[in-house]
């Protein structure tokens, strides 16, 4: 069957508008509780939020679905996208669920899966969830005598700060570093900064007053002046910006210069080859990952192997190939060492382990290879994507002819949103710039 709730990333779409109501959020739970209701054991399902006010919507919703199958729920609040999926495991939970859509604003919202290993749920599952979610799963509802219980675990934060400085290495500490966190007024606006604390830092918050409407609001990975600037003006070591379920980070050097998921793993790489730590030859990432990383990793004998575009895609091939370190240029980072999804905290405390080991300043160990010029720019479209009109395909076709072998040109649609994402990378700025541009007016004329 076509899909047409799942995404690249779960379930997506702007809040009270199908799909993102409480009526799917409850023919969801359904669906999944009765697929990993599996056995005689009281079943139990894990779910967390960000920080958006039609988060109030969706978990009694969702909760209520698990409960109507038969499955104890725990409740942990505002919790990064990260801390369920560990929580899942550690609680040995059947299920876990992430309510968030990530970096989008306040409007939207979204649904993640995560299976008992911690990791989100195949293309196979999720279609038969929704193929559930389709028909009804009425006639499966537990027994009064059976119904499912639901509670709060008060402790969660703390399971979860404790988890993500165990990844720092023994016997080191943060002491005599300044560093400026983001949270994006999103999930992880207390349990970050704690963890930063607890090693010795001195810690500037930024974006930890949300409000269920300012998540990610001109602040966090997506938006990431503010926090550079603070940087520069406390004097601070290191600036770390999380999205709004900081499955994502991007670093900022004493400077104020960005420090993208692209360098961040060239790093992590690199320190880990050195300490003999590094599976799998290389790393893994995505279609969207700068030349220029490539070339950096050839140059010291490593590998990038790029995937589709999504954590998911990242995560698949680093299971089946024996890599422990890929993300995305987004700032994605997926240490599977440590967590099965994109952990934006423990991503940076390895940013931070590399900086006190060397003694060096950021803006000397974060920037590892020049990147080629790289230029990306959405079109917004409605109804049936116009990537199939002959005069966008011309013009993809004349860009990769004038691009030649000294670049790359990049175009697909958003997973996640009604969007056509056009990139191209190469030596030339100027010509990349003109290439995106003829493409973005083909297709901006074909959407009509």
Not at 150 to 169: H, M, Q, S, V, W
Not at 201 to 210: E, F, I, K, M, Q
Not at 232 to 245: E, F, K, R, S, W
Not at 246 to 275: P, T
């Amino acid at each position: 069957m076509a899909r047409k709730l799942f995404g690249t990333d779960g379930i997506r779409g702007t809040a009270n508008i199908d799909p993102m109501t409480a009526e799917v959020a409850l023919k969801v739970g359904m669906a999944a509780g009765q697929i990993f209701t599996r056995g005689d054991h009281r079943h139990t399902v894990v779910i967390g939020k960000d920080t958006r006010l039609s988060g109030y919507m969706l978990e009694p919703a969702l909760t209520a679905g698990f409960i109507g199958m038969g499955m104890d729920v725990i409740m942990v609040g505002p919790m990064p996208t990260p801390a369920v999926a560990m929580l899942t495991r550690s609680l040995r939970a059947d299920l876990g669920v992430m309510i968030s859509a990530s970096h989008n604003a306040f409007e939207d919202n979204g649904i993640k899966l995560f299976g008992p290993d911690g990791y989100k749920l195949s293309d196979a599952t999720e279609t038969q969830i929704e193929a559930l979610v389709a028909e009804g799963s009425s006639r499966e509802l537990a027994p009064a005598a059976k119904l499912g219980r639901a509670k709060r675990l008060e402790d969660a934060e703390g399971r979860y700060i404790e988890f993500a400085k165990n990844t720092f290495p023994k016997g080191l500490r943060l002491d005599g570093l300044k560093i400026v966190i983001d949270c994006a007024n999103g999930a992880a606006y207390k349990a970050a900064p704690a963890a930063l604390w607890e090693l010795g830092a001195d810690v500037v918050r930024l974006g930890v007053s949300p409000d269920g409407f300012n998540i990610n609001k001109d602040c966090g990975s997506t938006n990431t002046d503010l926090m550079r600037e603070t940087v520069v003006m406390q004097g601070a070591d290191l600036g770390i910006a999380l999205d709004g379920d900081a499955d994502r980070v991007i670093i900022s050097d004493e400077q104020g210069n960005i420090v993208d998921g692209d360098q961040i793993m060239a790093l992590v790489a690199e320190a880990w080859r050195r300490s003999t730590r590094l599976l799998g030859g290389g790393i893994v990432s995505t279609v969207m990952s700068n030349l220029g990383l490539e070339k950096y990793l050839d140059s010291i004998g490593l590998s990038l192997v790029r995937t589709q575009v999504g954590d998911r895609h990242v995560v698949e091939h680093m299971r089946q190939n024996g890599f422990n370190v890929g993300g995305e240029q987004s700032g994605h980072i997926v240490l599977n060492d440590y967590n099965t999804t994109g952990d934006g905290l423990i991503a940076a405390l390895e940013v931070l382990a590399v900086l006190v080991e060397s003694g060096k300043k950021a803006s000397e160990v974060c920037r590892l290879f020049d990147p080629y010029p790289q230029l990306l720019r959405n079109v917004r479209f409605s109804g049936a994507s116009p990537l199939e009109a002959k005069p966008v395909q011309d013009a993809v076709k004349d860009g990769e002819a004038r691009l030649g072998e000294t670049g790359r040109l990049l175009i697909r649609p958003s997973g996640t949103e009604p969007l056509i994402r056009v990139m191209a990378e190469g030596e030339d700025e100027r010509l990349i710039a003109e290439i995106v541009d003829d493409i973005c007016v083909a297709v901006e004329q074909a959407a009509g």
